[in-house]
């Protein structure tokens, strides 16, 4: 099983160089943020995000495309709260929300595959158990539906303007409060984007930080065997 991951897009189209030199890839998991960017115009985002959809619609199972919080404060419940972060394209909102919400069901919010667990930032102990998580739960689903049933579970919340809080959700949670109460059940290692790093960082190899897009860097899975690759 060959699995390829690619952080963080903010509406560039460097994931379609990795899917290049990866056609023989079983699955392409995609780790959320497709917009809010800086330098990238609204209009080439909005047709970035059309092309990834595109990519999930014509291969089916073998995309997986997570959900990062630059994604989620465009949908109503968000919006309606006024919960804006950094970047929010207040000018293109309705047409970025409408686009979202017409491929919800492109969308989720947790995968898993072995004992890896993908998020955009990652899961702790704490917001499981503040969202009456149970050890007997499928941990996928029970992430999968909070997202469509109950999207307040993962506003921000804390005191760090950061999103540094053992209480942040999957879409929020920063490095530091993450290794100090990520959820380990059956010691699972967990790849996450959302905070940018130089270079991908691997800490015990239990914790992969791949949000690196002036590095070239992304992480290559091949049964179960974790290295970092360059397109």
Same mark, same amino acid.
Request: charged letters at 25%; hydrophobic letters at 35%.
């Given at each position: 099983?060959?699995?390829?991951?690619?952080?963080? +897009?903010?509406?560039?189209?460097?994931?379609?160089?990795?899917?290049?030199?990866?056609?023989?890839?079983?699955?392409?998991?995609? *780790?959320?943020?497709?917009?809010?960017?800086?330098?990238?115009?609204?209009?080439?985002?909005?047709?970035?995000?059309? #092309?990834?959809?595109?990519?999930? #619609?014509?291969?089916?199972?073998?995309?997986?495309?997570?959900?990062?919080?630059?994604?989620?404060? /465009?949908?109503?419940?968000?919006?309606?709260? $006024?919960?804006? /972060?950094? $970047?929010?394209? $207040?000018?293109?909102?309705?047409?970025?929300?409408?686009?979202?919400?017409?491929?919800?069901?492109?969308?989720?919010?947790? /995968?898993?595959? $072995?004992?890896?667990?993908?998020?955009?930032?990652?899961?702790?102990?704490?917001?499981?158990?503040?969202?009456?998580?149970?050890?007997?739960?499928?941990?996928?689903?029970?992430?999968?539906?909070?997202?469509?049933?109950?999207?307040?579970?993962?506003?921000?919340?804390?005191?760090?303007?950061?999103?540094?809080?053992?209480?942040?959700?999957?879409?929020?949670?920063?490095?530091?409060?993450?290794?100090?109460?990520?959820?380990?059940?059956?010691?699972?290692?967990? +790849? +996450?984007?959302?905070?940018? /790093?130089?270079?991908?960082?691997? +800490?015990?190899?239990?914790?992969?930080?791949?949000?690196?897009?002036?590095?070239?860097?992304?992480?290559?899975? #091949?049964?179960? *065997?974790?290295?970092?690759?360059?397109?």
């Amino acid at each position: 099983m060959k699995l390829v991951v690619i952080s963080d +897009v903010h509406g560039r189209s460097a994931w379609k160089e990795i899917v290049a030199q990866n056609k023989d890839v079983d699955t392409f998991i995609f *780790l959320g943020d497709y917009f809010d960017s800086f330098d990238i115009a609204a209009n080439e985002q909005l047709l970035n995000f059309k #092309e990834i959809i595109k990519f999930k #619609e014509e291969n089916n199972s073998k995309v997986v495309l997570l959900t990062g919080n630059h994604d989620i404060h /465009y949908l109503p419940y968000f919006m309606n709260s $006024g919960e804006h /972060y950094s $970047g929010f394209q $207040g000018s293109r909102a309705y047409e970025i929300s409408h686009l979202i919400q017409a491929n919800l069901s492109n969308l989720q919010m947790a /995968y898993q595959h $072995g004992d890896i667990l993908f998020t955009h930032a990652g899961v702790t102990s704490t917001w499981l158990k503040n969202n009456d998580f149970d050890k007997n739960d499928d941990i996928i689903k029970f992430i999968n539906h909070l997202f469509i049933h109950r999207p307040a579970a993962f506003r921000f919340v804390g005191f760090d303007p950061y999103g540094d809080s053992r209480e942040s959700s999957p879409v929020w949670v920063r490095p530091h409060s993450l290794m100090s109460n990520a959820y380990q059940f059956n010691e699972l290692k967990q +790849v +996450v984007g959302h905070t940018e /790093y130089k270079d991908i960082k691997i +800490v015990k190899d239990q914790y992969y930080f791949t949000d690196s897009p002036d590095s070239g860097e992304y992480l290559y899975i #091949e049964d179960n *065997l974790i290295t970092i690759k360059i397109y």
